[in-house]
């Protein structure tokens, strides 16, 4: 079993809150990521060990291909993602595709459609799996055939890391040693930005979140229709845009296309939207923005 060589944090910055705004003097950055999976979800048929089993429903297929969970996918792929842009590049959100390299590989118009549009795409590892547990040496290859699909299909290799769930003891040393990535996502404990020591190197950590995110559609059915999203990330938006007056705010939306996409529950995005859009004293960026400012205006110091 793995050691966890990493201290906790439970600390952050505590009063000491950063003396920073966001570009045009906004007091806080929203994030918008769509999460592509599709393609990338355990399947028999792909010739994985097993099937996933969470998809509108939480039922997992044995020694069979399971046809229902992988049609399921498919609809964010066919339907869901064009929806889900076409609404955000008509209100001119600026948005950051977490993709799996296997679901590239299996939908490449993705990415080419993303380059063509601008948008961010972070690494979200090659398969859609937590990476806690992996051997070093297979973490490794996954990061490095992950990476090198995104980079073939979109023409740009990958700035940003998040791992689905959770990553290893192992993650970030390995992503260090691969290069070339600006930050990662793989924490939930803040709503701004910090950096982490690792090898000796502060390394930048943009943290994601869990609560404002379609995902509780599924994993908690906290939310039954398209406004309990609007409603709650809506709260969200609000309290973090009042928070930020004083001090800076970051806040991250988690979307999937097989989620939010589908007809019954897209509205409830146009509504957050509409309320977010426009909004005095808001920065909608990518996360690769995000980092860059936050590298140059909020620099490294000696880490706890």
């Known amino acids: 079993m793995n050691e966890c060589p990493m201290q906790r944090d439970f600390l952050g ?30 399947a028999l048929s792909a010739g994985d060990e097993r099937n996933e089993g969470c998809h509108e429903v939480n039922h997992e297929v044995l020694g069979a291909p399971d046809l229902c969970m992988e049609s399921h996918f498919e609809y964010g792929a066919r339907v869901g993602y064009g929806r889900i842009t076409r609404l955000l590049a008509d209100a001119g959100v600026a ?6 390299g296997r679901a590239l590989e299996a939908t490449p118009w993705i990415a080419q459609d993303a380059a063509r549009r601008g948008f961010e795409i972070c690494c979200h590892g090659w ?15 996954r990061i490095a055939r992950a990476v090198g699909a995104i980079t073939r299909l979109s023409g740009r290799a990958p ?7 959770s990553a290893s003891v192992n993650t970030r040393r390995l992503l260090k040693e691969h290069g070339g990535f600006l930050y990662d996502s793989d924490a939930y404990n803040d709503d701004l930005p910090y950096y982490v020591q690792v090898d000796g190197e502060p390394r ?15 994993d908690s059915h906290a939310f039954a229709k398209g406004s309990d999203f609007a409603e709650y990330c809506g709260d969200a938006f609000d309290w973090l ?15 999937h296309t097989r989620i939010i996409g589908r007809a019954g529950r897209i509205g409830g995005l146009r509504d957050l939207v509409a309320r977010i859009v ?6 909608l ?20």
């Open 13 to 42: 910055y505590g009063e000491a809150q950063p003396d920073m705004r966001w570009p045009g003097g906004a007091g806080l950055a929203v994030s918008f990521v769509l999460n592509v999976e599709e393609g990338a979800e355990f």
């Open 95 to 100: 948005l950051t595709l977490n993709a799996c």
């Open 127 to 141: 398969r859609w799996e937590s990476h806690a547990g992996l051997a070093e040496a297979e973490e490794r290859e």
């Open 159 to 165: 700035v940003g890391w998040h791992t689905k769930s």
């Open 204 to 218: 930048l950590v943009l943290p994601y979140a869990f609560d404002t995110n379609d995902m509780n559609f599924f």
């Open 241 to 255: 845009l009042a928070e930020s007056r004083q001090a800076p705010r970051m806040m991250s939306i988690g979307l």
């Open 278 to 283: 426009g909004a005095e004293g808001v920065w």
């Open 285 to 304: 960026a990518t996360r690769e923005q995000i980092a860059r400012h936050w590298l140059a205006h909020v620099p490294p110091k000696a880490y706890r």
